[in-house]
């Protein structure tokens, strides 16, 4: 009996160290610029540690005023998220994070993007959900074959979180 007591325990602790959330967001991009434009986020959030979350992206729907562009699988964002617990339904995190972009096919399309992000977020539970409210700043800009610029390109997300057990 005891050794059963030891596994449940276990798993229940592995199942909440390994949980995974799907998030879904609207992002307004450039605010700061007069190329303003929607982008529509999925991505997926694994707890690391208890003030650590790693956020990975899955898909990113840029809809600029000249068209669209969708990042399936030859884009990679990375974020890491530091957390700062409050004894309150409003949870405040960090964000810091890169995103790889790469095109692979003839001029225009053949391009090697990587931006360097920092910002600040916030999620609130509701239920069954998280809703998070997210801004910050992709700072740097090296592009193939180009000098490395510095942009300032200001992003505000909004979104939800759906918590998917392991």
Do not use: C
């Not at 540690?49 to 884009?75: C, E, F, M, Q, Y």
């Not at 995190?93 to 360097?116: H, R």
């Amino acid at each position: 009996m005891k050794k059963f007591f030891a596994v449940a325990i276990a798993v229940s602790m592995l199942s909440t160290l390994y949980a995974l959330d799907l998030g879904l967001g609207v992002a307004y991009q450039d605010v700061a610029e007069d190329s303003r434009y929607l982008a529509v986020k999925a991505d997926a959030r694994v707890p690391v540690l208890p003030i650590l979350d790693w956020r990975a992206g899955l898909l990113n729907v840029v809809l600029p005023d000249n068209g669209k562009a969708i990042h399936l699988g030859t884009s990679i964002s990375s974020d890491l998220l530091i957390k700062f617990p409050m004894p309150a339904s409003f949870q405040p995190y960090l964000v810091m994070g890169l995103w790889f972009d790469m095109g692979l096919e003839d001029e225009p399309l053949d391009y090697t993007v990587l931006n360097l992000k920092a910002g600040l977020g916030g999620e609130m539970g509701f239920g069954g959900f998280n809703a998070y409210l997210e801004g910050g700043l992709d700072k740097f800009n090296w592009t193939k074959d180009a000098d490395p610029a510095t942009s300032q390109e200001i992003y505000v997300q909004l979104g939800v979180l759906l918590p998917v057990g392991l």
